[in-house]
């Protein structure tokens, strides 16, 4: 088993829909969690933390899951602007997922 | 600017000649970590290093690769005698302390095109 799974999509999804990725990892080490949002050919930039008791930035709300070991993300009335792909990551060696595509479809 | 700072932007190479890419990090960070990125793939962890020490190399080709982060200046990743398999983006990035809580900064990549 990978250490940091995603689904690579892509997720294609209309303007204003609602979406939602969700990241497993296999080591419980990491205190904390991140997502970073990548654009195409472009450097990973911090998205969000991810902390246990939840964190809501906006239309973004990602959770954190010790017992199930996954986070995850969800993406309220998606704008055009939102297509990236998004990438999580825990502090233990910082390890990444290969990153889920969103495409955000007019 | 106090970012993380990659260069060359772009590195063009022959097959055969050595690529050396740069990295300084962010001022009051300790600890790099580079990583490769295939077109349409992930980022796939090589090295860590923290000043004058590599902490985990696993993630490095166990040839042509090594790094290094010296007490003064930046930190090399250096591939030898290049093949066009070595062609991605490659990414430093850097943290104030090692496996967190800080999440990492990253530069803005080397893409090394080999030809």
């Known amino acids: 088993r990978k250490e940091v799974e995603q689904d690579p999509g892509p997720f294609n999804v209309p303007e204003g829909a609602t979406v939602a990725f969700n990241c497993t990892y296999s080591n419980s080490a990491s205190q904390s969690f991140f997502w970073y949002r990548q654009d195409c050919r472009k450097e990973p930039k911090l998205l969000m933390s991810?902390?246990?008791s939840g964190n809501e930035d906006g239309r973004f709300t990602a959770q954190l899951n010790r017992a199930s070991q996954y986070i995850s993300l969800l993406i309220r009335d998606s704008k055009l602007s939102d297509s990236a792909t998004y990438l999580c990551s825990g502090t233990y060696k910082y390890i990444f997922g290969t990153g889920t595509r969103l495409k955000v479809l007019a | 600017n106090a970012g993380v700072m990659q260069n060359p932007r772009h590195l063009v190479r022959r097959r055969g000649q050595e690529a050396r890419l740069r990295c300084s990090p962010m001022k009051g960070h300790s600890h790099v970590y580079w990583y490769r990125q295939l077109p349409e793939e992930g980022l796939k962890f090589m090295v860590y290093l923290q000043k004058e020490n590599i902490i985990d190399e696993s993630g490095m080709p166990k040839e042509r690769f090594s790094a290094e982060f010296p007490k003064e200046g930046p930190s090399i990743l250096r591939i030898q005698q290049v093949v066009r398999g070595d062609s991605a983006a490659y990414f430093c990035a850097s943290s104030p302390s090692r496996d967190g809580p800080s999440p990492l900064h990253f530069g803005n990549g080397t893409r090394l095109t080999v030809t």
């Open positions: 991810v902390y246990s």
